[in-house]
């Protein structure tokens, strides 16, 4: 009996913690540490179990793959910071003026442009929710529209490479970097279509909640719009096809593209005369915070899935997914669901750390598509970030809302993108070739 229940009971008390708000990493490690005693002194294993840990922590340390996500962190944030992403913002929304819904058109174009240039959510909310959530409401579009499109696409870096999310990812999945980018692009970018024809259909139907911009604000036309436009689109773009290009053509690995990727943003910083200590210096300190989070994430996890092995945990899990009724359709409903339930409590990355160990061992025996898998748990993450009560992009907008701004009207604008990322999810499960057609295997 005790065989079938320490394996849960770990599982169940990591959970415990980390739903009283204590640091997920520490929550992992210290249940680790306390199921490694019982462990011992109920003879599954001895303390030379835990000898692995150090040489699986050097593993981590040594992983050349994550060396990727300090790069495309320190890409997006330079962008942010040295104030490229307004401009793009500001000029995109003055093209798309005229259109009813046209600002939240805007929005989500940019919103899929910064994903693909910065792969880091919270700098692309918080750039958008600071200049384009005022426009928006001082032209009369609903505070719910205004606020979900928002904190929706920004969510998109969540999904269009290159991500953050992906490279962790792929290295728990244990897949290509680079087939996880082809996978998930389409899909990343039929989201921002979905996303798209919602802001259309509120024009349409509910002209009021998505007006135009008067005549008024829409003083550039013709050749002078046109330059505004190269001038703030052309750069971005350029260094979205320098990384990405070099990852797909297969001439620079993901870390090696993150690295060119930072050197091109400073340029762009530097061309623009936006390049400042200041900048810099509060970019390298952003970078190493969120770093510095994604390894002791690591670590905790690792330790926790080691003690979690010498308990046969892995067994468990393992038995009981893959006798689940329906096969491999039973593991992707239950999957998808537990991720979608953790995501109204948990961050993102926690939830990678926590689930992925459990299920891969269960989809790599029943024959599952892992890159088809870990595009579809992206998507599915993605939703976390929406998703009341500790949604970050909600958290993000609110912090930089202006305080008319109800924090009940954020979450009711959310509601809708999260139906569309459902829809998406079920898309991609039911079309498998919406990820695979692009891969090269």
């Given amino acids: 009996m005790t065989d079938t229940l320490l394996g849960p009971l770990m599982f169940v008390l990591a959970l415990a913690l980390i739903f009283t708000g204590y640091p997920v990493a520490f929550s992992l490690g210290g249940t680790a540490l306390v199921f490694a005693t019982i462990g011992v002194s109920q003879g599954y294993f001895d303390w030379t179990l835990m000898l692995a840990l150090p040489e699986r922590i050097y593993g981590i340390m040594g992983n050349s793959v994550l060396l990727?996500?300090?790069?495309?962190?320190?890409?997006?944030?330079?962008?942010?910071?040295?104030?490229?992403?307004?401009?793009?913002?500001?000029?995109?929304?003055?093209?798309?003026?005229?259109?009813?819904?046209?600002?939240?058109?805007?929005v989500v174009f940019v919103g899929a442009l910064l994903a693909a240039a910065t792969g880091v959510v919270g700098a692309s909310v918080v750039a958008?929710?600071?200049?384009?959530?005022?426009?928006?409401?001082?032209?009369?579009?609903?505070?719910?529209?205004?606020?979900?499109?928002?904190?929706?696409?920004?969510?998109?870096?969540?999904?269009?490479?290159?991500?953050?999310?992906?490279?962790?990812?792929?290295?728990?999945?244990?897949?290509?970097?680079?087939?996880?980018?082809?996978?998930?692009l389409t899909p990343g970018l039929m989201l921002a279509g979905l996303y798209a024809l919602y802001v259309v259909a509120v024009a349409t139907f509910n002209p009021t909640a998505a007006p135009a911009l008067p005549a008024s604000e829409r003083t550039q036309h013709g050749v002078e719009l046109l330059l505004r436009v190269m001038k703030a689109m052309v750069p971005p773009l350029v260094l979205i096809l320098l990384v990405l290009g070099s990852i797909f053509a297969g001439i620079a690995t993901p870390t090696e593209a993150g690295a060119l990727g930072s050197v091109g943003a400073i340029g762009l910083a530097a061309a623009n005369r936006r390049l400042s200590v200041a900048a810099l210096r509060a970019t390298a300190q952003e970078t190493t915070r969120l770093t510095s989070m994604v390894v002791f994430l690591l670590i905790g996890s690792t330790?926790?899935?080691?003690?979690?092995?010498?308990?046969?945990?892995d067994v468990w899990i393992e038995?009981?997914?893959?006798?689940?009724?329906?096969?491999?359709?039973?593991?992707?409903?239950?999957?998808?669901?537990?991720?979608?339930?953790?995501?109204?409590?948990?961050?993102?990355?926690?939830?990678?750390?926590i689930i992925l160990p459990l299920v891969v061992p269960a989809a790599?025996?029943?024959?599952?598509?892992?890159?088809?898998?870990?595009?579809?748990?992206?998507?599915?993450?993605?939703?976390?970030?929406?998703?009341?009560p500790f949604g970050f992009s909600l958290f993000y907008l609110r912090g930089v809302a202006p305080k008319e701004v109800k924090t009940t009207a954020i979450y009711k604008g959310a509601i809708p993108f999260i139906g569309i990322q459902i829809l998406g999810l079920v898309l991609i499960v039911l079309f498998p070739q919406i990820v695979t057609w692009m891969l090269v295997r």
């Fill in 68 to 106: 990727a996500v300090p790069f495309f962190i320190f890409m997006g944030t330079i962008l942010e910071k040295s104030k490229l992403a307004e401009d793009l913002l500001s000029t995109i929304g003055v093209l798309f003026g005229s259109l009813r819904g046209g600002l939240g058109l805007a």
């Fill in 364 to 388: 790599t025996a029943l024959g599952i598509d892992l890159v088809w898998f870990g595009v579809m748990v992206g998507m599915n993450l993605q939703t976390s970030f929406l998703t009341p």
């Fill in 303 to 313: 330790a926790f899935s080691l003690v979690f092995r010498g308990l046969y945990g």
């Fill in 128 to 184: 958008m929710g600071m200049i384009s959530l005022p426009i928006m409401l001082r032209y009369g579009y609903s505070q719910e529209l205004s606020t979900g499109v928002i904190a929706a696409s920004g969510t998109l870096g969540q999904i269009i490479p290159p991500s953050v999310v992906l490279v962790v990812l792929a290295d728990q999945l244990g897949v290509s970097v680079g087939d996880l980018f082809v996978g998930s």
């Fill in 319 to 353: 038995h009981l997914l893959t006798n689940l009724p329906g096969g491999r359709i039973g593991l992707l409903v239950v999957a998808n669901l537990a991720i979608f339930v953790l995501g109204f409590f948990i961050d993102f990355f926690e939830i990678a750390f």
